[in-house]
């Protein structure tokens, strides 16, 4: 009932305003088929509307989103975004529903951890749609080259995971299977439980860096395990989780040189030792170097990620050490309607990866066809634990 009100409050808000609104945004049509069975593993028809408004220095973006899904014959509506930007001679102020991308890493998250993801379909779809949209006030201060950032999230959100009967959901040790799983508690809606970000940015022409700090929440819950006279109790539990991390980014001889890390205070792991419930936290540290650059026409670009536990025990269940390697080469042939990519991940650890080669075609303008495939190597892993999901796709898009 309460999308039904919300679908007629955004098309009255549409029709009052339709003279002065600029409205954007794109149809599409996406169909995935496995390898393995040629079962389908998607069929989603999706509707994403913007819409802007602005009057003097107040703006108004509402980006409502009707996804239609044709496996289990469901028709959603979300609310991506619904903000006010308001902006004044030195700072903007942007409040209400939002996404916040920070960092300098394609494909992975280090620093841009302020929006929670929602990765019910692993980290297949578009970044803008893996990003969950967050209630919050952003505080944007100019001085110069320089922004200083403030976030503030009155009420926390969890990552969205697939469902325990979707392809998509990561194996699990055997230990959950023989164990009372309870449902995770959600920190309180209250003052003292919002989340706090801050950055300091610079956008020099040598180069440019951000830092960043956060009193953020784990948007994953970490597993207690509580041990009784014939089973286990599982408690997943959210925890606190500051954090303080930096970027940059510099041109060297036509090319560009990455950098990001972030560094996380007493993050909580899972552990063989039940006596502590299964959990100890230490200190860990997520970080890469990038690099981008044209070839002969083709852009391409590496990435090399690595994720450390400091102070590490040999009961964990995690690496000390986590390596992955990421890949990515872009071509445009035929004044740039045609445009071939490939973009892989490499788990180090587990010799797992995930290949994603693609093609598109600009037919006329504002009109797509792209046909890829997602292609899983290896038997455990990030990635390798999805070697039965090999798909092929294709989408049809619209953009207006």
Partial sequence: MRKIILLVV??????????????????RTHVGALIED???????????????????????????????????????????????????????????????????????????????????????????EIRIGINAVKLDYYLGNSTLEAVWIPIFQPTI???????????????????????????????????????????GSAIDFELMAAYMWDDNPTMHIYPQQESLIIKPEYHRLPLVGASFG????????????????????MVEDFSVNGVKEKDYAH?????DHNLFGVNVSFQFIQ?????????FKNDEFSNTATFLASKTFLRETLQFDIFGYYGVNNNDALLRPKISYD???????LLGANIFIGDEGNFGQYNENEMLYMKLKYDF
């Fill in 10 to 27: 955004i098309l009255s808000f549409a029709f009052m305003l339709n003279a002065q609104l600029e409205q954007r945004g794109f149809v």
């Fill in 38 to 128: 040629g079962g389908y593993s998607v069929l989603q028809n999706t509707f994403d509307w913007r819409l802007d408004y602005g009057k003097g220095d107040v703006e108004l973006y509402v980006n409502p989103v009707f996804n239609y899904d044709g496996l289990n014959e469901n028709l959603e509506l979300n609310l991506r975004q619904a903000y006010f930007d308001i902006y004044f001679d030195n700072f903007d102020l942007r409040v209400g529903k939002q996404q916040i991308i920070w960092g300098k890493a394609d494909g992975v998250f280090i620093t841009d951890v302020i929006s929670p993801r929602d990765i019910s379909e692993f980290i297949l779809p578009d970044f803008d």
């Fill in 161 to 203: 995971i697939p469902d325990a009967n979707s392809i998509w959901f990561p194996e699990m040790p055997d230990i959950f299977t023989q164990s009372i799983v309870e449902d995770a508690k959600e920190p309180e809606k209250k003052l003292s439980e919002s989340e706090l970000a801050i950055k300091y940015s610079y956008l």
């Fill in 250 to 269: 510099k041109s060297i001889f036509g090319a560009v040189l990455r950098g990001e890390g972030a560094y996380y205070f007493d993050k909580k792991f």
């Fill in 287 to 291: 970080y890469l170097v990038g690099y």
């Fill in 307 to 315: 994720e450390y536990i400091l102070g590490y025990e040999n009961d």
């Fill in 363 to 369: 037919f006329i303008d504002g009109f797509n066809v």
